[in-house]
């Protein structure tokens, strides 16, 4: 017997007959669903066994990096800074407001899964038909017709469309965790880099203002010598010169310094001019730890959330292939109506009365096939898109992934040979201090010309400037290597990603239920090379 005659003689029966239908297909259905799409296969990447610096006293390749590596630095005014960041930057709150968003999208797409459309109904109407209508002679032209039910439309989930949909937008949700935790090292990481700068300029203003002092000495003394006949004032103006040229300095490092000030204040989450108050402490650059932890370049894949985020991306598009590949293939859906109608005709209230009754009850209720044949040339096209997209993301994990390891060894390299210049670049200074001692001295005995006087004060500023960009470097590289190892993120885990003033406001909106009680998870793929969800 054929499944339409089986069917037909099922919903003779009624509805419980309708229903034990209902029930065979959906069986049926659901067991011989099918994925369509390919399987998420990790791409390999090139990356070294380790570090090209591993043998370095310097290095620890042995231990992992510091989760608070910037505690490293023994600076109680940067400790303080971080933590305010963490707490206050409106980049990382919207971080983590994305987070919010991502969940409420997987939500949405887990409930993909369930019936599709549910709605209650009612309709209450007045019709009037018209009298010249054919086949109307003897009809009512006018009544009232009352109707409510229920309908709902679940299309089965036969190629896994939906579930590949769940499957995307729990990578997103993890990308999401992910791209926060990339923010939050980022911004660890640029507030150091600004609080090295602000401290570089301070020092920087401070060696200008003594420098001053010692040249305003030295056009003391041309001026005396000049006064009693013993030069001429050649000194005197070349003197001058060269105090006034240093003076000129102090205004232009002064605005840099309130430039990096201010940018702090916007890393805070603050207004311009906040950060004398947050800047406490001993105006000296930041100075490095004698060791440094950095591990391994797997442990390097492991840490970084921008490689996390750049493999989750690739995940979910995917699954969006098979998400378009299902379009190719029949929809199954089951659609059911239940109900009551009657209608008046005549007296308004002769029928009415019988709403309720079960002779005023209706049902439909079946299975539904839609396919679009006709679509192929769209459908194929969309794959093609989804498709190009997914192969453009897995480049780019493996870009991203290259790129972090350059740049952990850029800022290795940096960081070690910069070191190595700080010991030359201080025995410069200290030889351009003793040459302005000298000078001096040779020239109230009248030894030298005061030439000899101007080159030394002039070699001296150069040698201590350059001596305190050099130590500048020295800690904005290991910051830059300690941001490329990918560490710091760990210090929200436990803790919300959106602050109580974004949660209060937004749930005086909208309900959110337990979205914010719990801290998000962070996702990360395993060594395998298959799709680990």
Not at 177 to 185: I, R, S, T
Not at 399 to 413: K, S
Request: negative net charge; hydrophobic residues 40%.
């Amino acid at each position: 017997m054929s499944t339409v005659h089986s069917i037909a003689r099922l919903t003779s029966g009624g509805l419980p007959a309708m229903a034990a239908a209902l029930c065979l297909s959906t069986a049926v259905l659901l067991t011989a669903g099918c994925a369509v799409g390919p399987a998420y296969k990790r791409p390999e990447v090139k990356i070294n066994n380790n570090w090209s610096q591993q043998h370095d006293e310097r290095i620890a390749t042995e231990t992992a990096p510091d989760i608070t590596w910037w505690k490293a630095f023994n600076d109680p005014a940067l400790d303080r800074l971080v933590d305010l960041a963490h707490r206050q930057n409106l980049s990382l709150q919207v971080a983590g407001l994305r987070i919010m968003e991502s969940r409420a999208r997987l939500g949405y797409a887990v409930g993909q899964q369930y019936p599709q459309f549910q709605a209650a109904v009612g309709d209450l109407s007045a019709v009037g038909l018209s009298k010249k209508a054919a086949n109307s002679a003897g009809a009512d032209h006018s009544y009232v017709n009352l109707q409510s039910g229920f309908d709902a439309i679940w299309e089965i989930d036969f190629w896994k469309k939906y579930a590949k949909g769940v499957s995307a937008e729990e990578a997103g949700y993890f990308g999401s965790v992910a791209d926060y935790d990339n923010a939050l090292v980022s911004i660890i990481a640029e507030v150091a880099r600004n609080y090295s700068v602000i401290r570089t300029f301070e020092v920087l203003i401070a060696q200008a203002e003594s420098n001053v002092q010692v040249q305003e000495e030295g056009l003391r003394i041309a001026d005396a010598r000049f006064r009693h006949g013993a030069t001429s004032e050649l000194d005197v103006a070349q003197s001058k010169t060269l105090l006034e040229s240093t003076r000129t300095t102090i205004p232009q490092l002064q605005i840099g310094l309130v430039q990096a000030k201010n940018a702090l204040c916007v890393l805070l989450g603050e207004t311009p001019g906040c950060a004398d108050t947050l800047l406490e402490g001993p105006k000296e650059i930041p100075a490095p730890p004698a060791l440094v932890s950095v591990s391994v370049p797997a442990e390097m894949l492991r840490r970084r959330a921008d490689i996390r985020s750049a493999e989750l991306a690739a995940m979910a598009q995917c699954d969006r292939i098979g998400i378009a590949k299902a379009d190719f293939y029949p929809r199954f859906s089951l659609f059911g109506s239940v109900g009551s109608q009657v209608s008046s005709h005549g007296n308004p209230d002769s029928n009415l009365g019988d709403f309720l009754s079960p002779d005023s009850l209706f049902f439909s209720i079946g299975p539904r096939l839609l396919w679009p044949l006709f679509n192929y040339g769209r459908i194929k096209n969309n794959v093609r898109i989804e498709d190009a997209r997914f192969q453009q993301l897995l480049v780019s994990y493996q870009d991203t992934v290259l790129r972090a390891e350059q740049e952990v060894e850029d800022g290795m390299t940096g960081f070690l040979r910069s070191q190595e210049a700080v010991v030359f670049a201080q025995n410069a200074a200290d030889s351009a201090q003793r040459s302005v001692d000298l000078a001096f001295i040779q020239y109230r005995e009248g030894a030298v010309d005061f030439q000899r006087v101007l080159d030394a004060q002039r070699s001296l500023l150069q040698e201590q400037n350059s001596l305190a960009n050099t130590r500048s470097a020295v800690a904005t590289n290991l910051i830059a290597l300690y941001k490329a190892l990918g560490g710091g993120w760990e210090i929200r885990q436990g803790q919300p990603t959106v602050d109580d003033a974004n949660q209060n406001e937004m749930e005086e909106r909208t309900d959110w239920g337990d979205y914010f009680s719990k801290p998000p998870d962070r996702h990360t793929p395993d060594d395998s090379q298959t799709d680990p969800r």
